[in-house]
């Protein structure tokens, strides 16, 4: 398939986001230990939502396009389609079999790729990702988009003080140990958005109706410009997962608290018993600092 | 910019589906509107799915649709505190090339449903809550407002498959409040089980046969209500539920009859050792016949949950659910070939439908049930107790000679429920409701 259109003025954006379950409801098999994906609800891996909005915030304000690009399954498509109704303009997924199995070296790379050729007409001003995934949690396929298409990388950006269009200059935030460093990169850049930077918006109908309509952009590994296959997918991944296992269950004990009558005091009162009960020495300390 | 579409179908339930699905299917331009984060995400069910309904929507659905165990027994339980009296049907005949009857996990299920209905043609937003209806000066309803931005969406007839809170109907004036006594609330946990495990348990040799219990007695503690305990593929989905105005009188937690349930001495052994994976609660409309609203206006109609299209005496909803989204669904489709407007007078074609189809005539053949479990709570006690204590009576040989054992049994059964004139009141109430 072809390109989507690029914007012939104001920002080119693309947004990296992944399609990841539902950490929230996952459930692993008694038996055999995997995580059972069916009937998992998957959402968009929710650090990217934060990348999302800010892209389209500069978008809303400078101009241009936001386009979101996603490698995963064909049912990644779904999390393409959630983020056209949030606002994005632009979806590519893209999808192989090839891809199967990638480690963040891989992906980085097969990402990277596809930038490269969304960037073809109009090059990409500005790649946004989330700080990190919640299923893998590396934080490293950011930093290795980055790396790979030679990007200045900003990572952990909390807010976008200013971005100069003309100068090609923009100044962000970003948390590091012990502070907040303000810093100015020339663009391109890559950007990862740490979370509670910003509230993701709620698409209008109109948006909504056009992710239900959009046909998206699918690429195959040739086709989002993947010229050596070896190093994408399983064969490109030098990660070698050793073991997946449930961690057993913690052996905390919850107690449940029943009480006569329905008053918050009467409640209270027998929490704090019970609390006391087990803890006599905090009980004797606080009666200590209160008299 | 605003739009139209040749109609709105509120809900990706199986009423809602099976309407946007018959349109979409002919050419209609449909949108669909639901408020779960993905369709179907919102609905519960035991779950039984009712083939044939199904069928005559999708009729090769048995191809591809994720369907967990087609039912080969169906055990009905009176429970009294420690024993249960049952009567089980099992036929061989069940294990037919199409069967009849499946557990089903709604939320693969509804999935699957959904994207049938998209394969058709229709277009579906989610996470999209319709707050009202749009109508017109004359009071033709046009369209919906929901709670997006971007204005209301215009239609010819929207068709209301909200599910049992009907609350778009209620606001718009549609349709009263609901009842306390005409919904039940149902809770229900889905137990994990290895596939080998449910099988051993149930004793089903083939390995998608599958076993329905349904129960009545001390499983709703005096109210109006019944259980169930149905197996899936590899879990055991087990529930109860009872009238919202019995629970409000009693103020027994849902949970807890659901706890007492689980803790049975005959239903124990099957959940042993099992993994509790999922829990949820909704509600059921089981006020019948006479609960039913009023079902069409200038353009727009009801179906499903929303009508009140449950036969609680049989344990059927789905079915009836997606009977008359498929009926609302023909009718709409026909009335738009024969550019007819979508009309209360028009709609009689639905109604005509419906009054022709199973689903009215049971509701209609049952209308008595509903107030009559209402007012004789006599039959969820009274009976399942005094059958119990008859039979353990006949069974047990402690040198008691037959005939005494006999009269004890009569007595009891006199006892439990006050007098033989109460005994033969209940028997004919229950006949002149059933016939």
């Known amino acids: ?291 | 910019m605003s739009e139209h579409f040749d109609a709105i179908v509120v809900g990706a339930g199986p009423s809602g589906n099976a309407a946007a699905y018959t349109m979409a299917k002919a050419g209609l331009n449909v949108l669909q509107i639901d408020r779960g984060e993905y369709p179907g995400s919102k609905n519960v069910q035991g779950a039984i799915l009712y083939a044939d309904a199904l069928e005559r929507i999708i009729p090769d659905f048995r191809e591809h649709a994720p369907l967990e165990r087609h039912v080969v027994e169906q055990r009905m339980w009176l429970l009294d505190e420690k024993s249960h009296t049952g009567a089980h049907y099992r036929s061989d005949d069940f294990n037919e090339d199409k069967p009849n009857r499946y557990t089903i996990l709604r939320a693969q299920f509804d999935k699957w449903f959904s994207r049938q209905v998209r394969a058709a043609g229709a277009l579906l937003i989610t996470e999209t809550t319709v707050t009202n209806l749009v109508k017109d000066d004359a009071g033709r309803v046009i369209g919906v407002e929901t709670d997006r931005e971007g204005g209301p969406i215009y239609a010819d007839v929207v068709v209301l498959g909200e599910g049992v809170n009907a609350l778009v109907g209620q606001n718009a004036g549609l349709r009263p409040e609901l009842k306390p006594q005409h919904v039940a609330l149902a809770v229900k946990e889905t137990h994990f089980l290895p596939e080998q495990t449910v099988r051993d348990r149930f004793n089903l040799a083939g390995e998608d046969d599958g076993v329905v219990i349904e129960v009545v007695g001390s499983v709703s503690s005096g109210m109006v209500g019944t259980g169930f305990l149905y197996t899936n593929k590899e879990s055991i989905s087990i529930g109860v539920g009872c009238l919202i105005s019995d629970f409000a009188e009693t103020c027994i937690p849902p949970y807890e009859l659901l706890d007492n349930f689980k803790s049975h001495p005959s239903v124990a052994p099957l959940l042993k050792g099992s993994e509790m994976k999922e829990y949820v609660a909704h509600l059921i409309p089981e006020g019948g016949y006479n609960a039913i609203p009023r079902l069409t206006g200038d353009g727009w109609v009801i179906i499903g949950d929303a009508g009140q299209f449950v036969n609680a005496v049989h344990r059927e909803g789905s079915n009836l659910a997606m009977t008359t989204g498929r009926l609302a669904g023909e009718s709409i489709v026909q009335l738009k070939a024969e550019r007819k407007p979508i009309t209360e007078a028009n709609l009689k074609l639905y109604r005509d439908k419906l009054a022709d189809s199973f689903v009215m005539k049971d509701l209609k053949k049952y209308r008595r049930i509903p107030a009559l479990l209402e007012r004789n709570k006599q039959l969820f006690t009274a009976y399942p107790k005094a059958m119990s204590q008859a039979l353990q009576m006949f069974l047990r040989v402690d040198g008691t000679d037959k005939r005494s054992k006999e009269s004890a049994m009569m007595r009891s059964v006199k006892r439990a429920r006050g007098s033989w004139l109460g005994v033969a009141t209940d028997m004919f109430k229950l006949m002149r409701a059933w016939r």
Not at chain 1, 70 to 78: F, R
Request: aromatic residues 4%; glycine residues 8%; negative net charge.
């Open chain 1, 1 to 291: 398939m072809d390109a989507p259109e690029t914007p012939t003025d104001g920002l080119n954006i693309v947004v990296c986001i992944k399609q990841v379950p539902d950490s929230a409801q996952i459930r692993v098999h008694p038996v055999t230990n995997t995580i059972m994906r069916q009937g998992v609800p998957t959402i968009i891996n929710p650090y990217d939502l934060f990348a999302l909005e800010e892209a389209m915030r500069l978008r809303d304000q400078y101009g241009g396009q936001v386009t979101v690009l996603c490698m995963g399954p064909p049912m990644a498509e779904d999390a393409l389609r959630r983020a056209l109704g949030l606002g994005a303009d632009k979806a590519v997924l893209i999808t192989d079999r090839r891809f199967a199995g990638s480690d963040t070296l891989a992906t980085s790379f097969a990402l990277a790729t596809a930038l490269t050729r969304l960037g073809a007409d109009h090059p990409v001003d500005i790649v946004f990702t989330g700080k990190q995934t919640i299923d893998g949690d590396t934080a490293q396929v950011g930093p290795g988009i980055a790396s790979r298409l030679e990007l200045n990388q900003l990572t952990y950006v909390s807010a976008i003080d200013t971005l100069d269009q003309g100068k090609g200059e923009i100044v962000v935030r970003r948390r590091a140990e012990g502070g907040v460093q303000v810093l100015k990169s020339k663009l391109p850049c890559l950007i990862t958005m740490l979370e509670g930077s910003n509230e993701i918006r709620r698409g209008s109908v109109a948006d909504m109706l056009r992710a239900a309509r959009a046909e998206l952009t699918v690429w195959s590994a040739e086709e989002a410009g993947v010229e050596d296959v070896m190093m994408c997918g399983l064969r490109g991944s030098p990660t070698v997962v050793k073991r997946v296992f449930a961690p057993s269950a913690r052996d905390e004990q919850a107690e449940m608290v029943t009480v006569e009558g329905k008053q918050p005091a009467q409640i209270g009162d027998a929490i704090i018993d019970l609390i006391f009960a087990a803890q006599p020495k905090l009980e004797a300390d606080l009666s200590a600092a209160l008299n």
